[in-house]
């Protein structure tokens, strides 16, 4: 079993990566995710209750007992759980650190037989066994077994062509409110939500493949949209190429930490794969 600490766009890369390859995978989230690409997070099920990404449904679950039944049914557990406490329940093989908050809020290399952190903030061989690269660029996905992830530069990497410009900030403190759907095709300057009464405009022509749910709290600089200019609305609903490379190297830290041992199923896990 794995599991898969937060459930944003690159977490939920890494979980769709680790079910098709056999594993039962169960997610933690905090109560209020602030996801912008909520038509490929698992988190969105913190809010609906259930949501599907690339024909695999998360639902969300209360506690270990609803853990046992999904993944019975086939589906990913996500739980409110932002201690990843349900590890202790559970006693994963596979711990994946994936919230991706640039630094470690408390994961551990004794937590599971293979412990994998994602970006920067982790030590391979003190906070976790290895560390996955999540800087675009030619390392992206390699696996780190000593030493750290490049530092965060703040610069988002570009896509077609574009970097900062693509994403959408706040100009402030205040409630945010979405003015087009994900998916969505947005010209230079279109107004696509507010904060307060400030309007949050596209900062070039594209497709919208991202946009924070409305109704939640944001401060200055937040980041609250992504706009694609390669314009492909269909890319708005896959998985992207940047999880994909992730969660790619993920898996291969798995497969050589954990050396093709099968471990003994728990069976309060009814019909969940190790």
């Known amino acids: 079993m794995a599991l898969v600490k937060g459930a944003g766009d690159l977490a939920t890369g890494v979980a769709l990566r680790l079910f098709r390859s056999g594993f039962a995978v169960v997610m933690t989230e905090i109560a209020s995710p602030t996801v912008v690409r909520r038509?490929?997070?698992?988190?969105?099920?913190?809010y609906e209750?259930?949501?599907?990404?690339?024909?695999?449904?998360?639902?969300?679950?209360?506690?270990?007992?609803?853990?046992?039944?999904?993944?019975?049914?086939?589906?990913?557990?996500?739980?409110?759980?932002?201690?990843a406490a349900i590890r202790n329940e559970i006693g994963p093989v596979l711990v994946v650190d994936a919230i991706i908050a640039k630094r470690n809020l408390g994961t551990h290399i004794t937590d599971a037989p293979a412990v994998v952190a994602l970006g920067p903030g982790f030590i391979a061989g003190r906070d976790a066994h290895v560390v996955v690269e999540t800087k675009r660029g030619h390392t992206l996905g390699?696996?780190?077994?000593?030493?750290?992830?490049l530092s965060d530069t703040g610069v988002p990497g570009e896509v077609g062509g574009y970097g900062e410009e693509r994403v959408l900030r706040s100009s402030g403190a205040g409630v945010f409110r979405g003015a087009h759907e994900i998916g969505d095709h947005v010209s230079l300057g279109e107004i696509v939500g507010h904060v307060g009464d400030s309007p949050v405009r596209a900062r070039l022509d594209g497709?919208?493949?991202?946009?924070?749910?409305?109704?939640l709290e944001v401060t200055p600089g937040f980041k609250v949209g992504d706009v694609d200019p390669r314009a492909t609305r269909e890319h708005c609903f896959?998985?992207?190429?940047?999880?994909?490379?992730?969660?790619g190297g993920v898996l291969e830290a798995a497969c050589a930490l954990l050396g093709g041992v099968r471990f003994p199923v728990d069976h309060r896990f009814e019909g969940g794969l190790q």
């Open 238 to 247: 896959l998985v992207s190429d940047k999880a994909l490379a992730i969660a």
């Open 207 to 215: 497709v919208l493949r991202g946009l924070l749910r409305s109704g």
């Open 49 to 83: 209750g259930r949501t599907t990404v690339e024909g695999i449904e998360g639902v969300r679950a209360a506690g270990v007992g609803e853990v046992g039944r999904l993944l019975g049914q086939g589906a990913i557990p996500v739980l409110v759980d932002a201690q």
């Open 142 to 149: 390699r696996v780190i077994t000593e030493g750290e992830a």
């Open 39 to 46: 038509t490929v997070a698992l988190a969105e099920a913190v």
